[in-house]
């Protein structure tokens, strides 16, 4: 199984409201991360969960707040979006960030819409 | 630092022509390759791999060959059909000095196949 799920599918917010987005894997992966993906671009990785723990974060706005309450479980708090911030999000996972020959599967994505 | 570059789309082929895209990258050390494929609305999806010199990724009837000696990881595949419509990435994994396991991924190729 190297399935990545994530929920909403879809989310269509205010430039006010607090939402929130949430990844799951049950492969026992102990490296997380977050994309953001617009519309005919790769994906920019955002941030980068190892054994639970914060590793990388590629200069995202605070807007943007990660979480991974335990190793199977990861979130993205949003607050106060731009309409900029529109794109798909994408978690992946992966058996451990520090082994390159590892692979990251991704989740279907969110398709986030700022008003 | 590392990258990768793609030829660009879209590319348009009728059913059951030959498929190549190609892929080179820039890395320092020894990358390990991938192709992903996304396929309209949905995340992405791993299509193979290969992890060292010489090595021969293959699934679905696409292949890929890791060549060092051209930096090169051209994804091929005999005989296309309608649903492999799609966009293909070529990514290497970050192996820089933080060994981050971040992705580098070229542009996208869109691909479209015609009855």
């Known amino acids: 199984d190297t399935e990545v799920t994530q929920t909403p599918k879809h989310l269509v917010m205010g430039m006010t409201n607090k939402k929130s987005l949430k990844c799951e894997q049950h492969?026992?992966?102990?490296?997380m991360y977050w994309y953001k993906q617009k519309a005919k671009k790769p994906p920019e990785l955002m941030f980068v969960y190892s054994y639970e723990k914060l590793s990388i974060n590629e200069s995202v706005p605070s807007r943007f707040s990660p979480e991974c309450p335990n190793s199977s479980l990861l979130n993205l708090h949003l607050h106060a979006l731009q309409p900029e911030d529109s794109a798909l999000y994408l978690c992946?996972?992966?058996?451990?960030?520090?082994?390159?020959?590892?692979?990251?599967?991704f989740g279907p994505g969110t398709r986030l819409t700022v008003l | 630092g590392n990258s990768v570059t793609q030829m660009e789309g879209p590319v348009t082929l009728s059913e059951e022509a030959f498929l190549t895209i190609n892929c080179t990258y820039t890395?320092?050390?020894?990358?390990?390759l991938f192709w992903y494929v996304q396929y309209p609305g949905e995340g992405l999806q791993l299509l193979l791999k290969?992890?060292?010199?010489?090595d021969k990724g293959s699934n679905k009837g696409f292949e890929a060959t890791y060549r060092k000696e051209t930096t090169s990881f051209h994804l091929e595949k005999g005989s296309v059909q309608v649903s492999d419509s799609a966009v293909y990435f070529c990514a290497l994994s970050d192996q820089g000095s933080s060994n981050t396991g971040k992705l580098i991924f070229g542009q996208g190729t869109t691909l479209q196949v015609k009855p």
């Open positions: 890395a320092t050390g020894y990358p390990s």
């Open positions: 492969m026992g992966h102990r490296a």
């Open positions: 992946a996972s992966s058996r451990k960030k520090e082994a390159s020959t590892d692979t990251q599967y």
């Open positions: 290969a992890t060292k010199a010489d």
